[in-house]
């Protein structure tokens, strides 16, 4: 076990989905129903394997294009999404 990645990948996911739409609807869903232990498993589960899709998509691509220009590529779009957000385009 890779405990450098798995640690920053926790710390990584943990601090970006603080405050999230899934985060919020997940109070939403247990505000609605009232019943927080089937909001959290149906919540893990979905987000499970959400993550899986991601990890086996990321490892597929990986083969085809190198990391690097992954890591670039994905910057770049994080910059640009975020430009568009600025200016409330998205």
């Known amino acids: 076990m890779d405990w450098k990645v ?3 990948t ?10 999230d739409k899934t985060q919020l ?3 939403s869903m247990t505000c609605k129903h009232g ?3 089937p909001v ?4 893990t589960l979905a ?5 899986l899709l991601g990890v086996m998509g ?12 992954l890591t ?12 568009l957000m600025w200016f409330e385009v998205l």
């Open 58 to 69: 990321g490892r597929a691509v990986s083969y085809v294009i190198p990391a690097s220009v």
């Open 47 to 51: 987000l499970a394997l959400v993550t």
């Open 40 to 43: 959290f498993i149906g919540a």
């Open 72 to 83: 670039k590529v994905a910057a770049a779009a994080f910059v640009v999404l975020g430009v």
């Open 25 to 27: 609807a997940v109070i």
């Open 35 to 37: 019943k927080p232990w």
């Open 10 to 19: 926790f710390a990584l996911l943990f601090v970006a989905e603080l405050g």
């Open 6 to 8: 798995l640690l920053s």
